[in-house]
Nanobody
Framework: VQPVESGGGLVQPGGSLQLSCTVP????????MGWYRQAPGKQRDLVAR???????DYVDSVKGRFTISRDNAKNTMYLQMNDLKPEETAVYYC??????????WGQGTQVTVSP
């Protein structure tokens, strides 16, 4: 089982993108989920995460610009990204926290912020 991401692409600085991640229902409904990103030559870092109850946390650099959400009826998590900056160019990964069972990662989706 692997999460399926979509929504990446090329956007100008200041632009917006929405990422989506779909996971099979029996996993989605019971798991905290998150978005990570990894720029070339850098480590993979947490961007935002959301609990099964909808509590969201963000890294400071994206607060006020990014919004993480989940639609339990569609087994889908979203990341709305506004006012994107060139330094946020990275591969964005969907993460599913399975607790003691480990975790799942999506294949990643490229986000490029460039004039």
């Amino acid at each position: 089982v692997q999460p399926v991401e979509s929504g990446g692409g090329l956007v100008q600085p200041g632009g917006s993108l929405q990422l989506s991640c779909t996971v099979p229902g029996h996993i989605f409904s019971t798991s905290t989920m998150g978005w990570y990103r990894q720029a070339p030559g850098k480590q993979r870092d947490l961007v935002a995460r959301i609990t099964t109850g909808g509590k969201a946390d963000y890294v400071d650099s994206v607060k006020g610009r990014f919004t993480i959400s989940r639609d339990n009826a569609k087994n889908t998590m979203y990341l709305q990204m506004n006012d994107l900056k060139p330094e946020e160019t990275a591969v964005y990964y969907c993460h599913v926290d399975l607790g003691v069972l480990g975790d799942l990662w999506g294949q990643g989706t490229q986000v490029t912020v460039s004039p």
